[in-house]
């Protein structure tokens, strides 16, 4: 099955939308693995209507939303930010963010963002994509597998004060 989404680039406009949308996937994905006190501080920091007003209008970030009859089903956010040293590839970019609701696993909604998040990238004069995925998402590692991703490295993604581990992936454009 097939969900035909919308993809448009979000305003600032979409800050309050796009913060509640994160912090409920955030929640549903990753909450049961940290404390309420790390989980709260987390979507504060990360999710919170400010931070996400400012990284709308950073020039340095674009965040993608698609959409399927007018409901957020995903993001992505493509960001020009300080590349760790393992992705050697040339004018590397990150794809910071990138979620999909639940509803819409598996109906090709992900492959129509990623490839969006590709185009970005590109239009930025990117020839590298990275990207940092929690070391126990199977799902979410499978899928960047396929999109041809590979790994180059770890690094430290602290949730409040839990220290995770994301594993890096890189791929060419």
């Known amino acids: 099955m097939t969900a035909p989404g ?11 939308a796009l913060a ?10 990753f909450g049961a693995f940290h404390t309420p006190e790390d989980l709260a501080r987390h979507l504060t920091e990360t999710f919170g209507v400010p931070q996400q007003s400012a990284e709308l209008m950073d020039p340095t970030m674009q965040t993608l939303l698609v959409e399927c009859d007018g409901v957020f089903a995903g993001f992505t956010q493509v960001s020009d930010g ?4 393992c ?6 970019i990150e794809i910071k963010r990138f979620y999909i609701d639940a509803p819409y ?4 909604m992900a492959q129509q ?15 590298t994509v990275w990207l940092g995925v929690w070391e126990h998402n199977p799902r979410a590692i499978a899928f960047y597998t396929r999109q ?26």
């Open 20 to 29: 509640a949308f994160g912090a409920r996937t955030f929640t549903a994905t």
């Open 148 to 173: 041809g991703f590979t790994p180059v490295g770890a690094h430290t993604f602290m949730v409040g004060t839990d220290a995770t581990t994301d594993l890096l992936y890189a791929r060419a454009l």
């Open 82 to 85: 300080e590349v760790p040293a």
């Open 87 to 92: 992705v050697t590839g040339p004018a590397p």
């Open 105 to 108: 696993h598996g109906t090709g």
């Open 113 to 127: 963002l990623i490839a969006a998040a590709f185009d970005v990238a590109r239009a930025r004069g990117a020839q």
């Open 6 to 16: 919308t993809i448009r680039r979000a305003t600032v406009a979409d800050a309050a």
